[in-house]
């Protein structure tokens, strides 16, 4: 069924600016135009314009990542997600315009070569094809000033194990599920929710949990009367 502007807006919940900018990237079709002035569009339209959402939202991805993904030509937006796991090197590109090669970066971060190439030994700097970006070296300024407040690297060694192992897993499970249910959508956006949504979520509400639960502690009548000084007489 074709739809006419205003319902495709509602379907989408997408203003019709948004929907207009996404034709002229070439994100979206030109619509039909059977008559002047007359403007439709196809039903497929509300789930692409989901999906542009989608990858914005959860892979902060560009206009220009986008486009490139959606015209590939085994490209099929009926299996965009399933497409997502085979093109995630390059959703996972330098978002950057700016590249720096390992000299540039090293120059620009105020650190030397051989701290560049401990953090990527390490596992807590990754080189994502054609050199670094700004990301990398806001990572580096990071790193830096963790180092600074915990010399023996005991979070970022916790990161590094722990994410490495959450990776491992969500691999695992991803092989498997695409083996034995090939071609379900829901199957793999339920991946990349857990992945980009979940994951996340878990892992911050966590930390609120354990600030929560430490304040308790240090709180409790008994904690309280162990911190109040004896009197010495």
Do not use: W
Not at 60 to 84: H, P, V, W
């Amino acid at each position: 069924m074709a739809l006419k502007m205003n319902q495709l807006v509602k379907l989408s919940d997408t203003p019709k600016s948004t929907i207009l900018y996404y034709i002229k990237e070439g994100l979206l079709p030109e619509p039909q135009k059977p008559k002047p002035n007359v403007h439709l569009y196809d039903e497929s339209f509300v789930e692409r314009i989901r999906f542009i959402k989608y990858l914005q939202k959860n892979f902060n991805a560009s206009i220009d990542q986008i486009r490139t993904l959606m015209q590939r030509k085994d490209f099929d937006i009926s299996k965009g997600y399933e497409t997502l796991l085979e093109t995630l090197d390059l959703l996972m590109a330098p978002p950057s315009p700016k590249r720096y090669d390992k000299t540039e970066l090293c120059e620009a971060a105020g650190i030397e070569c051989e701290d560049l190439e401990r953090y990527i030994d390490m596992g807590v700097l990754f080189d994502r094809g054609g050199g670094f970006s700004d990301t990398e070296l806001e990572i580096l300024r990071i790193l830096r000033e963790l180092e600074r407040a915990d010399p023996d690297g005991k979070l970022i060694q916790t990161y590094r194990e722990h994410a490495r192992a959450v990776a491992e897993a969500e691999v695992d499970l991803a092989r498997r599920l695409t083996r034995e249910r090939p071609g379900d959508e829901e199957t793999v956006k339920a991946l990349f929710d857990a992945t980009l949504i979940l994951k996340p979520y878990l892992f911050n509400m966590q930390l609120f949990e354990q600030y929560r639960e430490r304040m308790r502690e240090e709180n409790s009548p008994s904690t309280l009367v162990e911190k109040t000084p004896k009197d010495p007489r």
